[in-house]
Structure formats: structure tokens, C-alpha cells
């Protein structure tokens, strides 16, 4: 069964005469293309010529009859087709009781009708249709002769009107043509006279000729629609329309191809990574050995850091020289004159206590040193009092910094 | 949208649950911190790959830092005061000390206090070793300056020992006088290294 497209071979049977249409449902819509038209069916050499062109035109996926309007009998019921299904057998042993036909071969089918609610009871309606054994015969015949099988389904071309809902119908009869209006099979040319001009219209052509070739291939293809659109509203008068969940298939395995596709996407998409994470893993454990060795030395690092780190030594002084250089640096500043009683050296600085014979020259001359920084009294200078002219000096000095990288 | 067939419907709806699943699957939206996405464990992979090959792209600045820092280290080594324990630290300094300065010609050297500087920068890098800077205050009487000037040349300058004295006081006779007696007090910095600390 092709998804997009359906091919149905109809043969519309027209007076004496039929023609075969292949009905295509495509994406775009429904097409008709005329297979042949065969004015007299008993002529045999138009069978012959159309049973050539029959296969020349290749195979279709199914096959139909639409019945001659003028043979078929109609009856109203007041029933649905859903019911006439269930009562489809009682129907055909009575049949000759409801329509004036003989019963023996007779088929019988149903469509519904679209009828205002007039008896105001809400019950649903439609008309029994019926054809005798020798038309189903001569349909059957000529299908035989011209397709090598017969119809898969008969219907009658008032059924094929469900498709299009309200419509006119052109009935062409030998008593002279009819013009009604159906509703979804209905024949309602009592109600609906006045609305003839809004509705599409459908003819029932009573011949085959190319005056009525539109009207054939306009009935072809509402007859081929039933299947899609008329199954709920009709019983065809032989064979079954294809049931709901065959008709679905098609787009429930689309349905099922497209989440198939999606599922094995994400299943794909997640296999790429799942492969591009195995090949990562796989580098890092290729890596591996080189890596902890790095590691291992990083961390050897960071503990030779650490050890140096705790080990290193500051303090006052000059680059290199400790405190001992601190303590030539304040000899040599300090006049020879002064006499040190106590040197204090901390990281604040040097605190150096004293006698001098002029206390604030001590302070200049340390000032004054490249060695310090600065020079302070702590306390004012006092004279010793031993009458000597002496005096007590007490200053602190700034060391100067030791440039960075000097210590050790 | 009262409009609309069945078939537009159902139309939407798939369109709709195709929307989500792609959702769910690109945005990874179910996923929890308990279980990453699959993009985001590769990313996370991929970081990881990248920090090894940046390691690896360092390796060679980082031999020759090691290399550097070993050296120093085995220079370092053999100077520093080796204690078993953290809690003998101070007794080695103590033993040390007394040792570098009666080689000064420094006598009956009185220990004011220790105190192992554990604050700053002990380093303690693997159970079996580490090394601690110990700060040690001494205290001792020499006749002239010229002894005290030899005592912290002594602790300064010694080949077979890393320290420093980072204080003194220094009372008595001055500096440019060498009569009386002359009391000095030290403060020392030096490091111990503990549990060996290997080579």
C-alpha cells in the first residue's frame, strides 16, 4: 500500500455504456485520467479495445463499479447505515417487500441522509438502495471482460454524493432530465428546490459520450472518494469499505517511522557521545602514566617550596651582614667620642644608650649615615652629672632595608 | 481554532510531544546533577583531557623549577638542626646553640625561652617530615665586645648551621670601649628539620 499515493480504478456505468477511470489520490489532491469510454457495452470489439487499454494503463491498487443511476432503486428508512449493517440480512430476505424488484441476485446497500429534523424527534434517516441480479450480473460481466475481475465494490452513484455533502443532483431519466438537491445522499427535492444555485453539482449521466465526459470523471472521483470520506454514511452495494484502522495505517507507520527516527536520533546522538567520551577516557588513560609522573613532581615542588619557604631567615641588617654589620655600621657612625652603654637591635631597629660629649651631634652623625634610614631621640639628652660636660644620650635608628633576594 | 479538523489536531500534538521530546533531549531537562547529560559528561571529560595536557605542556618549566628547588634544598639540608619530633625541636636548637657559641669561646650560655613559629610557614608537606622555623633567646656575659661580635659571626656565618640573629641587647661595656663585663642577650632564628626530611 503506497503511502502517498492511491490509484482506484472506477468504472462508471452510464445508460448501455461505461467508462474506466483511474482515480489517483496523491499529496496534491485527486486526479481523474479517462482509461477508456465505452458507449455500448455489448459492442465487443469496444470491450476488446478497452480491456487493451485497461492494461496498458498498468495496475491499480483497487477497483469499483458505480452503479447506472436509472437501475438502482431507493427507498427511505428510517435508520442509520451503522444499523442497516446489523440488519443488512433481514433487508435483503425482505427486499422484494420493500422495492419492486425481483430479489433473486439482488444487492442492497445504504446511505445515510442529512435531513432537517422536521418530526422534531431527532431520528436519523436514509435510503435503502438496491439493484436486481441482472444489472449486478452485467456489471459483473463487463468487469470480468475489461479489468479480468471483478469490482471489489458497487455502489450507487447517489451514495457517491455523500462526498460532497449538499449538492445538485442533475439526474438525467427517460422521462426527461431532474434537477434535485441532495443531502448526503438524500433526494430532497421537496425541501431543498430554492437552494439549487448554492450547492456544487453532481450529474448521474444516463449515457457515455463526450458532452458528459466532466460529469463521468466528477462521479468517478466522489465515488472513489466514499472509501475516504462516505464510510461512516454508506454501505456500498457489494464489497466493505477498508475499516478505520487500515485506512490509518499508512499514517500510523509514517507516525511510527517518524519516532522510530527520532528515538534512533537520540539514541545515535547519544552513542556519539557515549564513543567521543570512550576515545577521551581512552587518551587520558594513554596519558596517564606521564601525568602522575608531572604530578609527582608538582607535588615535590610544592613541598621543596614549602620546606625553603619555612626555612627562610630574616632580620636586621645589610645585605649579607647580619647584625655584625649593623654594628659597624653604628661604630662608624657614632663620634669617637661616644661611649655606647647598651644597644638594642629588633626589627623596629637599633636603640643605642650613652654617653657623648654632645648628644645631638651622636644623632646627626647617625642621621646623617648611609646605613639608616632615620635617627630619633627617644629621650631628651641629659647631662651625666658627674661635671664633666658629658651627656646621656638615648636615640633609636631606622636599619635600612635589605633589598629583596639578600636574605637568605 | 474552533476550526480545526481532527487531523490538524492531531497534527499539533505530534508536533507538540516532537517539540518536547527534542527538548528533553537537546536541553537535557530530566537531567539531574546525579546524572549528567551526555554533552555534559564529555565536556566534563574534555575539561579534564585539557587540564592534563596543559599539566603536561608545563612539565618543562616545572623540571627545571624542581631542579632548582632540589638544589637548594640539598644546599639547605645539611645546615639545618635535625629533631625527631616537633616536641624535641626546641632541645636540639637549645643543644646547637650552646654548641656554636662555646666554639665562639662563649661559656655557661643561659636560654631565655624558645618558640617554634608553627604560624609561619611550617611546612608540613608529609607525615614523615617537615621543618619549623624556631626562634631561640640566649642570653650570656663576655668580657669585651670583641667576644660578642665573635658569638653572632659564630651563629651568622657558620657552614653547619642555618641561623640568624635577628635581635640583640647588648649592655655593659661599649662598643668602643673594652673594659668591664658585658651582658648580651640574643634572639635567634633558625629552622628545624624534622624526621629527617630526606636529601
Redesign the interface.
Known amino acids: 500500500m503506497a503511502i502517498a499515493s492511491v490509484t482506484t480504478r472506477v468504472m462508471v456505468f452510464a445508460g448501455s455504456g461505461f467508462a474506466v477511470i483511474d482515480v489517483r489520490r496523491g499529496i496534491r489532491g485527486w486526479a481523474a485520467r479517462e482509461v477508456c469510454s465505452v458507449p455500448e457495452a455489448s459492442d465487443a470489439r469496444g470491450v476488446d479495445a478497452a480491456r487493451d487499454a485497461v492494461r496498458r494503463s498498468g495496475r491499480a491498487d483497487r477497483s469499483m463499479a458505480v452503479a447506472d443511476a436509472s437501475s438502482v432503486h431507493a427507498r427511505p428508512m428510517a435508520m442509520t447505515s451503522r444499523v442497516f449493517r446489523d440488519a443488512r440480512g433481514g433487508l435483503r430476505s425482505d427486499l422484494e417487500e420493500l422495492l419492486p424488484i425481483d430479489g433473486a441476485g439482488a444487492v442492497i446497500g445504504y446511505v445515510d441522509r442529512d435531513v432537517p429534523d422536521v418530526e422534531g424527534d431527532g431520528s436519523g434517516g436514509g435510503y435503502l438502495l438496491a439493484i436486481d441480479g441482472a444489472t449486478k450480473q452485467r456489471i459483473d460481466r463487463v468487469a470480468s471482460d475489461v479489468l479480468g475481475k471483478h469490482c471489489d465494490r458497487i455502489v450507487a452513484p447517489h451514495q457517491a454524493a455523500v462526498c460532497l455533502r449538499d449538492c445538485v443532483v442533475c439526474e438525467l431519466g427517460v422521462l426527461g432530465d431532474q434537477q434535485d438537491t441532495l443531502v448526503r445522499g438524500g433526494v430532497l427535492a421537496e425541501l431543498r428546490r430554492d437552494s439549487d444555485g448554492e450547492a456544487p453539482a453532481l450529474t448521474f449521466p444516463n449515457r457515455i459520450n463526450d458532452t458528459l465526459r466532466p460529469e463521468v470523471s466528477r462521479l468517478a472521483i466522489c465515488a472513489a472518494a466514499l472509501d475516504r470520506f462516505g464510510s461512516q454514511a454508506t454501505e456500498p452495494l457489494v464489497g466493505a469499505w477498508t475499516p478505520g484502522w487500515k485506512r490509518a495505517l499508512p499514517a500510523v507507520a509514517a507516525a511510527g517511522l517518524c519516532v522510530a527516527i527520532m528515538v534512533g536520533a537520540m539514541a545515535l546522538r547519544g552513542q556519539r557521545y557515549a564513543n567521543a567520551i570512550d576515545r577521551t577516557l581512552t587518551t587520558q588513560e594513554s596519558l596517564r602514566q606521564e601525568v602522575e609522573s608531572v604530578e609527582r613532581l608538582e607535588a615535590e615542588a610544592i613541598q621543596l617550596r614549602e620546606r625553603l619557604g619555612a626555612a627562610r631567615l630574616s632580620g636586621p641588617g645589610h645585605a649579607g651582614s647580619g647584625l655584625v654589620g649593623v654594628f659597624d655600621a653604628v661604630r662608624r657612625a657614632l663620634p669617637r667620642d661616644a661611649f655606647l652603654e647598651s644597644v638594642t637591635v629588633d626589627d623596629a631597629g637599633v636603640r643605642l644608650r650613652g654617653i657623648a660629649l654632645n648628644a645631638r651631634e651622636v644623632l646627626g652623625e647617625l642621621e646623617a649615615s648611609e646605613e639608616f634610614e632615620s635617627a630619633r631621640e627617644v629621650e631628651r639628652p641629659q647631662p651625666v652629672g658627674d661635671g664633666s660636660q658629658r651627656e646621656v644620650f638615648d636615640v633609636r635608628v631606622a636599619i635600612r632595608p635589605v633589598p629583596e633576594g639578600a636574605q637568605r | 481554532m474552533n476550526g480545526m479538523s481532527p487531523r490538524r489536531w492531531a497534527l499539533l500534538g ?1 508536533l507538540v510531544v ?1 517539540g518536547i ?2 527538548a528533553v ?1 537537546r536541553g537535557g531537562l530530566i537531567a539531574t546533577d546525579a546524572s549528567p547529560s ?2 555534559q ?2 565536556a566534563l ?2 575539561a ?2 585539557a587540564q ?2 596543559q ?2 605542556d ?2 618543562g618549566h ?2 627545571e ?2 631542579e632548582t ?2 638544589e ?2 640539598s644546599q ?1 639540608h645539611p645546615r ?1 638542626i635535625q629533631a625527631r619530633t616537633a616536641e624535641l625541636a626546641p632541645a636540639s636548637v637549645r643543644d646547637r646553640m650552646r654548641e656554636v657559641l662555646a666554639r665562639a669561646g662563649v661559656a655557661r650560655v643561659r636560654v631565655l625561652g624558645e618558640e617554634v613559629r608553627a604560624g ?4 608540613r ?2 607525615p614523615g617530615s ?4 624556631v626562634r631561640i633567646r640566649v642570653s650570656f656575659d663576655v668580657p669585651d665586645s670583641e667576644l ?2 665573635a658569638a ?2 659564630a651563629i ?2 657558620a657552614s653547619d648551621l ?11 661595656g ?4 673594652a673594659a668591664g663585663s658585658v651582658n648580651v642577650t640574643l ?1 635567634i ?3 628545624v ?1 624534622i624526621g629527617g ?1 630526606g636529601s
Open positions: 505530534v516532537l521530546a527534542v533531549d551526555p554533552d559528561r564529555y571529560v574534555q579534564q583531557l592534563q595536557r599539566l603536561l608545563d612539565a616545572l623540571r623549577e624542581v628547588l632540589r637548594l634544598w639547605l639545618l609561619e610557614g611550617a611546612a608537606t608529609s617537615s621543618v619549623v622555623p660578642v661580635y653572632i659571626a651568622d656565618s642555618h641561623a640568624r640573629v635577628v635581635g640583640a641587647s647588648i649592655r655593659g661599649g662598643l668602643n670601649e634572639t632564628d633558625t629552622a628539620v626530611g
